[in-house]
């Protein structure tokens, strides 16, 4: 199976930084696409940013200049560089893979359990 692990979330103050860290793993054959969404309480979950294999990315309009969203393609890994924490950036934050296993070419999500980030003053 496709394993997916969050790291980095924790507690800052507004106006600060934090780096999250999301590593794909397992029978991987191809992964088309590494993304991060959140969840706040109450709320629907939603995309805040996603990388292709190729580089390409996409942005929430609320975090566009405040986050960057990179990938290590040879550790089937993506980061989500935080800065300029708002008290709104609150949420779990979710990673997501859009792979296909050794066993299965066609593409699933896989996720990740979530990383709280709490942003506080």
């Known amino acids: 199976q496709v394993q997916v692990v969050e790291s980095g979330g924790g507690l800052v103050q507004p106006g600060g930084s934090l780096r999250l860290s999301c590593a794909a793993s397992g029978s991987i054959f191809s992964i088309n696409s590494m993304g991060w969404y959140r969840q706040a309480p109450g709320e629907q979950r939603e995309l805040v940013a996603v990388i292709t294999s190729y580089g390409s990315t996409n942005y929430a309009d609320s975090v566009k200049g405040r986050f960057t969203i990179s990938r290590d393609n040879a550790k089937n890994t993506v980061y989500l560089q935080m800065n300029s924490l708002k008290i709104e950036d609150t949420a779990v934050y979710y990673c997501?893979?859009?792979?296909?296993?050794?066993?299965?070419?066609?593409?699933?999500?896989?996720w990740g359990q979530g990383t709280q980030v709490t942003v506080s003053s």
């Open positions: 997501n893979a859009a792979a296909t296993s050794d066993y299965d070419l066609r593409y699933y999500d896989y």
